[in-house]
């Protein structure tokens, strides 16, 4: 069935209305009529099962038959902070991720970073492109939320942010002992961060920072994996290791 996401504020005690460029696709493109039935979420974790009820060409009304949980939404928050890549690397790490199940990607600046945004304008233009592509993996996973794409920030800002969560990583080609299973082992988080640099990595110096902040470095292994590659498969073995890759009722 169709989805789409809606502003809270356009959901109402029987009916949600739907706006912007949603309308064209349901009208134009999907080519729905009323009484066909689509799925509405909330953007907070809650999915309605609504039919079209009335059509026009800025706004479409639905009538709402029931409402549930989304059931594409892990029970763990999981934040990634990533080093910005060259080029569109970004925009592949943000739609995978976001199809795995992550909850917030922060941009990060580092002492390897290439890319350099030349003012907050430039950075607004990005994270709203970012924003959108989230979105859209959103929709095609069928995930309850939109994950957040913060505004970039440097190392030393994200090190601080990730304080609030209850268990942070950061993978390290040079770290031969902790396991990214063994880090998790034991553990039973509400909440997980784990760093990726970008290309090159991370300087040591950084790692020093991390671990001063109480990161705790893993190894994925023997092999070197592309900075595109390492969120995903960090976010994998996370998700793997709570019991996130199961299908519930």
Not at 61 to 85: C, H, M, N, W
Not at 184 to 210: C, H, M, R, W, Y
Request: aromatic residues 8%; proline residues 4%; contains cysteine.
């Amino acid at each position: 069935m169709h989805r789409f996401f809606v502003k809270k504020e356009n959901i109402y005690k029987d009916g949600i209305t739907i706006e912007g460029e949603d309308v064209q696709h349901i009208s134009r493109v999907l080519r729905l009529k009323e009484g066909d039935k689509i799925v509405l979420c909330d953007q907070i974790g809650t999915d309605y099962n609504v039919a079209i009820e009335n059509m026009s060409k800025y706004t479409i009304r639905a009538t709402i038959i029931d409402k549930e949980p989304s059931k594409g939404e892990p029970f763990i928050e999981v934040v990634l902070y990533q080093g910005i890549p060259k080029s569109t690397k970004m925009d592949l790490i943000i739609q995978k991720c976001t199809e795995m199940g992550i909850t917030r990607i922060v941009p990060v600046f580092t002492a390897r970073t290439v890319v350099r945004l030349e003012s907050e304008k430039d950075e607004a233009k990005k994270v709203a492109r970012w924003t959108k592509i989230a979105e859209e993996a959103a929709k095609q996973s069928a995930r309850g939320i939109v994950p957040q794409i913060d505004m970039p920030m440097n190392l030393e800002q994200a090190l601080k942010d990730s304080k609030q969560l209850d268990l942070v990583l950061i993978p390290y080609e040079w770290e031969k002992d902790i396991s990214v299973k063994a880090a998790l082992q034991g553990n039973e988080p509400k909440s997980v961060g784990f760093f990726v640099g970008p290309e090159g990595g991370f300087d040591t110096f950084e790692i020093d920072k991390a671990k001063h902040s109480n990161i705790v470095p893993v190894t994925l292994g023997h092999r070197i994996m592309r900075t595109e590659t390492a969120g995903f498969a960090m976010l994998t073995c996370i998700m793997y290791e709570y019991n996130q890759m199961q299908r519930g009722e």
